[in-house]
């Protein structure tokens, strides 16, 4: 019940939950800047444990689909004769543009 003329106090706690899919793209590139084919990416969702895999093609161009927004994923390449870093992502939207360059052996 409400009383006319009393200042009631609202306390709200709102939840932001990210839903959807999103997807990372970009290129891997040599420490030249030329496009490396054939190179193995491997995402994994850690919340999940899901794995989505993809290849470069003759450019070094990569796209991965159906990531879960809001999610960490763990970002791998590997090609014999390269050497990559992994990278730990949090994916909060669309990644466009993602350049990865490796260490050559």
Do not use: M, W
Request: aromatic fraction near 8%; hydrophobic fraction near 35%.
């Amino acid at each position: 019940t409400t009383t006319t003329g009393e200042l009631c106090e609202l306390h709200v706690t709102a939840q932001v939950t990210l839903a959807g899919e999103g997807e990372i793209s970009g290129r891997v590139v040599t420490q030249l800047g030329q496009g490396l084919s054939r190179v193995s990416i491997k995402v994994t969702d850690t919340q999940t444990n899901e794995v989505y895999t993809a290849r470069t093609n003759q450019f070094g161009y990569f796209r991965i689909d159906n990531l879960a927004i809001g999610n960490t994923h763990l970002f791998e390449a590997s090609k014999k004769g390269y050497t990559f870093n992994p990278q730990i992502i949090t994916l909060l939207e669309n990644i466009d543009g993602l350049e990865i360059t490796p260490f050559e052996e």
